[in-house]
């Protein structure tokens, strides 16, 4: 289960 | 006395997409960039771009994440839109 949210 | 102001995510309340904040969709699910804070922010499932998009026709986060995934993934959505809150993504109403 990889993130659902990434943020740059 | 110290006060520390925790901006905490309450799942039973009613939320919207902030209204500075656009979203493109995307192959992968869709981009949201903040043109405040210029952030940009990776949603990275179908399912999480439909909630946040259908978020504002809800009574509470809770209620719309149900509306999109099965009972076994709503914490995990739980944590999401906790996260897009964090990044002042979404907004309280």
Same mark, same amino acid.
């Given at each position: 289960?990889?993130?659902?949210?990434?943020e740059v | 006395?110290? /006060? =520390?102001?925790?901006?905490? +995510? @309450?799942?039973?309340? &009613?939320?919207? #997409?902030?209204? /500075?904040? =656009?979203?493109?969709?995307?192959? +992968?699910?869709?981009?949201?960039?903040?043109?405040?804070?210029?952030?940009?922010?990776?949603?990275? =499932?179908?399912e999480?771009?439909?909630?946040?998009?259908?978020?504002?026709? +809800?009574?509470?986060?809770?209620e719309?994440? @149900?509306?999109?995934?099965? &009972?076994?993934?709503?914490?995990?959505?739980?944590?999401? #839109?906790?996260?897009?809150?964090?990044?002042?993504? #979404? =907004?309280?109403?």
């Amino acid at each position: 289960e990889e993130l659902l949210v990434e943020e740059v | 006395m110290v /006060q =520390s102001a925790v901006r905490v +995510f @309450d799942s039973s309340a &009613p939320w919207k #997409l902030s209204g /500075q904040v =656009s979203l493109r969709d995307e192959a +992968f699910g869709a981009l949201a960039y903040h043109h405040g804070t210029r952030r940009l922010v990776f949603l990275k =499932s179908r399912e999480l771009v439909a909630l946040v998009r259908n978020l504002e026709e +809800f009574e509470s986060a809770d209620e719309a994440i @149900d509306a999109v995934v099965v &009972p076994a993934q709503h914490q995990r959505y739980v944590e999401a #839109l906790s996260s897009l809150f964090s990044s002042e993504i #979404l =907004s309280g109403r």
